[in-house]
């Protein structure tokens, strides 16, 4: 089982597979990630932990996604402070309008 603290594009497991699979003698089982920011993968089609299962051949799943964190910070203070507020949930969504999955 690998562990990684977010998912962007995948890259990082683009790199880190073969090197894990060329250094020793172990199966992969799957993927934990701690964010999945839910943006495309890099071949621009289908999300980056989608991508991943499918050229890896494992499952990978994230403990919370960036929608998750945008549904619980929108417009709703925290500690005294809005931290997603109605100018930064636009930029959020143009964001997600290009890059989005």
Do not use: C, W
Request: charged share 30%; proline share 2%.
């Amino acid at each position: 089982m690998m562990i990684e603290d977010v998912t962007t594009s995948g890259k990082s497991m683009e790199e880190t597979v073969p090197k894990v699979r060329g250094a020793a003698n172990v199966e992969i089982v799957g993927l934990m990630v701690s964010l999945n920011r839910m943006e495309k993968g890099l071949g621009g089609k289908v999300s980056a932990l989608e991508e991943i299962k499918e050229k890896y051949g494992f499952d990978a799943h994230a403990i919370v996604t960036m929608q998750d964190v945008i549904d619980h910070l929108y417009n709703k203070p925290y500690k005294g402070q809005v931290y997603i507020d109605d100018t930064l949930k636009k930029a959020i969504d143009e964001y997600y309008a290009v890059y989005g999955a």
